[in-house]
């Protein structure tokens, strides 16, 4: 009995979590990723070029999720959704808007200005040094190597 | 048949930082920052425009997509004026995006008041 117990507990305690909060993100970072197919199409049957729905879609999602942290629903989102708001461009977006309006109090430019990379500072910083070096060596290989 | 595969890859890709999250105890940044050099990675053998072909959005609205775009701006730049493209180009395809972002944050933080 005793064994059972403490098995049931491990069970309980371990197994459903991970499954569980990989289905929500699965869902919800999937919804996000089919709502910007959606948009691509709707842009494209406005009458934009190619390169320009791409911009277009990654724009209104970003405002969105901007909004969405405005009037507080995006947290309520997050919460439930895990990885699948955070990873999507919509957890840029909201990290960006969250750090702004939490330092609010300290002015727009100490306050608001300052903090705006707060956390979106780590993705732009490691983004450009990786695609710099990276860059780097395939011109390098490009043009004196091959 | 692009939209199912959107929603795949798209979910697939946020459980991958789930997992992450889950499993290793990252914080948000981690993940993030994680998955831009993991994007960037992937374009330097173009395999992340093989992705975006086979998924469309499912692929570019993942933060993996900002490493591409960054790597993917450069080299663009670079085949055209030399070695200096790479910094000059940098951020010709992700602008529109971090442009929005600043202009919209700072417009919510301007307008709303934070809640909690």
């Known amino acids: ?146 | 048949m692009i939209y199912l595969y959107a929603f795949l890859v798209g979910g697939l890709i946020c459980v991958i930082g789930q997992i992450l999250i889950d499993r290793f105890k990252l914080t948000s940044a981690h993940i993030t920052a994680s998955f831009v050099v993991a994007g960037a990675l992937l374009d330097s053998f173009d395999l992340y425009d093989k992705l975006i072909e086979f998924a469309g959005a499912g692929a570019q609205v993942p933060i993996t997509s900002f490493g591409h775009s960054l790597l993917h701006g450069a080299m663009e730049k670079a085949n055209e004026v030399g070695f200096l493209g790479i910094g000059m180009g940098m951020f010709d395809m992700t602008a529109s995006g971090i442009t929005a972002a600043i202009i919209f944050a700072f417009l919510v933080a301007v307008f709303f008041r934070p809640k909690g």
């Open chain 1, 1 to 146: 009995m005793i064994i059972n117990y403490d098995k049931s507990i491990k069970k309980n305690a371990w197994k459903p979590k991970y499954l569980r909060n990989s289905i929500r993100a699965f869902v919800s970072g999937g919804s996000i990723c089919l709502f910007g197919q959606i948009l691509l199409k709707l842009y494209e049957l406005a009458g934009f070029e190619k390169e320009e729905t791409g911009s277009l879609m990654i724009v209104t999602l970003i405002l969105i999720a901007s909004l969405l942290t405005g009037i507080g629903v995006f947290d309520k989102i997050g919460q439930w959704a895990g990885a699948g708001s955070l990873v999507p461009v919509t957890g840029f977006a909201n990290s960006m808007t969250s750090a702004a309006l939490e330092y609010k109090k300290e002015g727009l430019v100490l306050g608001v200005a300052t903090n705006l990379f707060k956390l979106a500072g780590a993705v732009i910083t490691f983004g450009v040094v990786s695609a710099y070096i990276l860059g780097m060596l395939r011109y390098l290989i490009e043009n004196f190597v091959l």
